[in-house]
């Protein structure tokens, strides 16, 4: 069964550089999708691609089987949860998301 | 651009009652949508995938006869809980995409509280 994995749980201190890191084992995996989500709200997309990509603070690293999202001088007011999806090629294009991250940052 | 409107946003209604919650793609065609639920203090679920015009192709778990899916045109997708029970309380979130290779864009979810 296709599945993507990511820490439940990663702590930061202000002003650092946040990694998230997410590995899969997706059957023709071509694109990942980094969303972050503030519960309550609807999950916004931050990066995507199959290459390393960056959006304002986010970075996003790309190999084969693993991403990691990458947030440059984190804020407190990161502090969500952060989901890896991951599209395979052929059939459905339907993505698989990870369970989800939630970010904790320490003034 | 790529905005997703879900309503309504919340949903308080006794046990028994049929809920339906919208999700529209407001200036995108979505030839996809998806439904998920979650739970508090966990991930989002994948409940259902629609296709514009043909059956939604339920996740394995979920019954096809308790959430009635419709996604009649490229814009729109229903989701219907049919006699919903307290058990079904969760929140609801949409997303849609406009092709394969797009990313999903996201409704803001509905709360649903059943009494």
């Known amino acids: 069964k296709d599945q993507v994995f990511q820490p439940s749980t990663v702590a930061s201190s202000e002003g650092a550089v946040v990694e998230i890191f997410c590995n899969h084992s997706?059957?023709?995996?071509?694109?990942f999708f980094w969303y972050l989500h503030f519960p309550g709200c609807a999950p916004r997309l931050l990066v995507k691609g199959s290459k390393p990509s960056q959006q304002g603070r986010y970075n996003m690293t790309y190999e084969r089987f693993s991403s990691s999202l990458l947030i440059l001088q984190v804020r407190e007011a990161d502090a969500a949860v952060y989901y890896c999806a991951v599209c395979a090629s052929g059939g459905s294009y339907i993505p698989t998301f990870g369970r989800g991250t939630s970010l904790i940052v320490h003034p | 651009g790529a905005v997703v409107s879900q309503h309504p946003s919340r949903v308080i209604c006794k046990s028994g009652t049929s809920v339906k919650i919208e999700c529209r793609s407001l200036d995108f065609q979505a030839t996809t949508m998806f439904w998920y639920r979650q739970f508090p203090k966990q991930s989002l679920m994948l409940m259902a995938t629609s296709n514009e015009g043909s059956k939604a192709t339920y996740e394995q778990g979920v019954e096809k006869d308790k959430f009635l899916i419709n996604h009649a045109s490229l814009t729109l997708s229903t989701l219907t809980v049919t006699s919903a029970h307290p058990e079904d309380s969760s929140f609801y979130i949409c997303?849609?995409?406009?092709?394969?290779?797009?990313?999903?864009?996201f409704g803001d979810g509905t709360r649903l509280s059943i009494l």
């Open positions: 997706v059957s023709n995996a071509y694109n």
């Open positions: 997303s849609a995409r406009g092709g394969e290779a797009q990313p999903q864009h």
